[in-house]
């Protein structure tokens, strides 16, 4: 009598329907990581509709993997999205106060040029005084023939009048000043030009400070001595206006 052969028994497959499945979470992921990478965007499309069309034909036309990576495309809403609404709020407003402020200083520093001008018209000195508004501030230029004898650095007595027309404005500004000497090309047989355009411009300073009352913390000297011509050194009339002592008003905003 022939022995039936046994059966034998087939392991457990049941396995592999999970195991599919946890693959398709792991590539999921990783797709999911790819979209938030933002990579070029026409790429991207094409990488998702190929695997779109993959998983849709191994899962009956019903893909999970075009939901997924569709996660790549929704912009993410940060958890702090008031806060930081609210320092964009408060930067917004901070720029709109620095605009008005720098409007008001604008006129204000125009206002001042005027006064000082007028001033200077009615009392007949505007001819020796040159008063500018520029970019960064107020620019007031004094020849030296009316603040100092030749080659000497003490103020002349008729300097009263002009120095204090000006200091009435400069010191209502309440701004930074700075006073700046300067000469001409031609070697002072005393001192160097560099001293001469210094110390004028330390005599002009103590004037305003001591005489005038304006904030010495606001005030500093600077020296150029003859770099910086506004006219030809050939001409006397030139060097008679490159030798001067500027007052220079400066803005808070440029």
Request: aromatic residues 6%.
């Amino acid at each position: 009598m022939k022995r039936k052969k046994k059966h034998e028994e087939h392991a457990d497959e049941g396995w592999l329907l999970p195991y599919s499945d946890m693959m398709t979470l792991l590539l999921a992921l990783f797709i999911v990581m790819f979209a938030m990478a933002r990579v070029d965007e026409e790429k991207f499309q094409e990488f998702r509709s190929e695997f779109g069309t993959i998983f849709s034909s191994t899962s009956g036309g019903n893909s999970v993997i075009g939901n997924v990576v569709d996660l790549g495309q929704t912009k993410m809403v940060p958890a702090n999205s008031d806060q930081a609404a609210q320092e964009r709020s408060v930067a917004s407003e901070s720029a709109k106060e620095a605009q008005l402020a720098q409007k008001l200083e604008d006129q204000q520093m125009a206002d001042a040029r005027e006064h000082i001008k007028t001033a200077l018209d009615d009392a007949n000195l505007a001819d020796d005084v040159e008063v500018s508004l520029r970019s960064d501030g107020i620019h007031i230029s004094l020849e030296d023939s009316i603040l100092f004898s030749p080659g000497s650095t003490d103020l002349s007595s008729s300097v009263e009048q002009y120095l204090t027309i000006v200091s009435k404005e400069v010191k209502e500004l309440n701004k930074e000043v700075v006073v700046a000497g300067h000469t001409d090309n031609v070697p002072d047989p005393n001192d160097s030009n560099w001293e001469l355009s210094a110390k004028r411009a330390i005599a002009v300073m103590n004037y305003l400070v001591q005489t005038t009352g304006i904030n010495q913390n606001k005030v500093s000297i600077q020296a150029f001595a003859d770099t910086q011509p506004t006219a030809s050194n050939q001409t006397t009339e030139g060097r008679s206006k490159n030798r001067r002592v500027e007052i220079v008003v400066y803005k808070d905003y440029e």
